[in-house]
């Protein structure tokens, strides 16, 4: 496994270009050049072809790139060809809809379990899992190793959601909680938050008409 | 209205002081720390401090600032004081999810509706809202005049949904959808990107494991 060091933004970009890539792959395309890469990523092509010549002997310019070897090395550097479980804490209406909304299309995640501390709500379904109790997440992180948790929890309960996943072993978290979140250095915690992206579209709105 | 430009990482930033000043508000408190206010939003106090100075004149350091006072400084910055609508464009399940979660501790915003195009939807209540036919929504649009437009649809439906929204005059979106859209340069477009913040998890963890 090959996980270079690499900057976020970088990521971000592999990452799109991976989803290209399957996409391509479900198409039956063998072949896909910078210029296609680019249209179909949003990205520039300047952006692409120099994210190609630094990540590696992908292919040649001008002829194209193999879908599946660009795909196996892009998925290399990410680490992503054998990505880890994820688990859902918290089976509200966030979490219940990302379960039944599953992660098709990406590297090949899936939900593998969804937990919630309402004893109304375990045992139900969620699109095709039961919803677990709480106190099951130290089992099935111990189980699997290496685990990513959604914190789909209601506002004011994301930091005990943390502690607790922390305190089982668990590295890496994407939290919806509105909250910001208290980890220890070892613990990489990402965020989703929709309340931020509306400010900065509205921030971006209210400048337009200001300078129109 | 104030709204200059600033960029994106401070309009992040401002959001979340905004978050923790509306959380300071209702637990009644009228003066904040510049401490307390990094330890509350998770962020370094030096760049709290930088953050005040650069933004004007928003209290005293030292004895600490007016919550009201900073979070309506900071809310005539982002253009938040009187935040647009927001309507939901898909009513699967990420869409009625978000609507059923809502927009609590935000600047303000409410999902004002929530549209689908599938007649056996139309009609159908996501919490307190029906799901309304989707050839409205050029009619709200025009109503409300300032919108934002979250796209929740399915995958491969994103760039029809967008397309409409634009040619309805909307030029704010989110999307959930998968895949990248093309939009003309004068509408705003950001993603929540699930699987793209699974892979920087991932690549982070499986860094973490060859360093170790």
Redesign the interface.
């Known amino acids: 496994?090959i996980?270079?060091?690499?900057s976020?933004k970088s990521?971000?970009r592999?990452?799109?270009y991976?989803?290209c890539l399957r996409?391509a792959k479900i198409r039956g395309e063998s072949i896909i050049t910078s210029q296609e890469l680019a249209t179909?990523?949003?990205i520039s092509s300047a952006a692409v072809r120099r994210d190609l010549s630094i990540y590696g002997e992908f292919g040649k310019q001008g002829s194209g790139y193999k879908v599946d070897d660009l795909l196996v090395n892009i998925e290399n550097?990410?680490?992503?060809t054998d990505?880890?479980s994820?688990i859902i804490v918290g089976a509200?209406?966030?979490g219940?809809?990302?379960m039944?909304?599953g992660?098709?299309?990406?590297?090949g995640?899936t939900y593998d379990s969804i937990f919630d501390n309402d004893p109304a709500k375990i045992g139900r379904y969620c699109g095709e899992k039961q919803i677990r109790p709480i106190d099951e997440i130290s089992e099935v992180i111990r189980d699997k190793k290496?685990v990513?948790a959604?914190i789909a929890v209601s506002?004011g309960s994301g930091q005990d959601a943390l502690e607790m996943l922390v305190d089982a072993g668990c590295?890496?978290?994407?939290s919806f909680a509105?909250?910001?979140?208290?980890a220890p250095d070892?613990v990489?915690v990402?965020y989703?938050?929709?309340?931020?992206?509306?400010?900065?579209?509205?921030?971006?709105?209210?400048?337009?008409?200001?300078v129109n």
Chains 1, 2 share one sequence.
């Not at 996980?3 to 690499?6: C, N």
């Not at 550097?77 to 992503?80: D, N, Q, R, W």
């Not at 992660?103 to 590297?107: K, Q, R």
């Open positions: 496994m996980a270079v060091k690499v976020e990521i971000r592999l990452s799109h991976a989803r996409l179909n990523c949003g550097i990410l680490g992503t990505p880890p994820v509200g209406s966030i219940c809809a990302l039944i909304s992660l098709a299309g990406t590297a995640y290496e990513i959604v506002s590295n890496a978290i994407l509105l909250e910001p979140l208290k070892n990489e990402r989703v938050e929709v309340s931020t992206e509306l400010d900065v579209l509205t921030h971006s709105m209210r400048r337009k008409e200001r």
